[in-house]
């Protein structure tokens, strides 16, 4: 089992940045990749950006050039950071852990709201 926390949303300005941070506990020796996923209302949830043990980075072509996800294997630790942040990111973040290349842990969710 792995324990994902996340903190770090809230509100801001369109073109205000963010730093979302998902630590993990638990089972963390069996985590192959973590990343973040966002759900805005009415939508389904979808990924935002996503890293593997073996440093390779993936993000939505809506994200690219304004958020960079990194990972603090010393502290088991995940970050997003947003710059640039626009009314359409507005969504609950969700971390998620995937262990054994199988198994999907998810974080509670943080919400981020982008408007002026």
């Known amino acids: 089992q792995v324990q994902l926390v996340e903190s770090g949303g809230g509100l801001v300005q369109p073109g205000g940045s963010l730093r979302l941070s998902c630590a993990a506990s638990g089972s963390i020796f069996s985590i192959n990749a973590m990343g973040w996923y966002r759900q805005a209302p009415g939508k389904q949830r979808a990924l935002v950006a996503r890293?593997?043990?073996?440093?390779?980075?993936n993000y939505a072509d809506s994200v690219k050039g304004r958020f960079t996800i990194s990972r603090d294997n010393a502290k088991n630790t995940v970050y997003l950071q947003m710059n640039n942040l626009k009314p359409e990111d507005t969504a609950v973040y969700y971390c998620l852990a995937v262990v054994d290349t199988t198994t999907v842990f998810w974080g509670q969710g943080t919400q981020v709201t982008v408007s002026s």
């Open positions: 890293t593997t043990n073996g440093g390779t980075t």
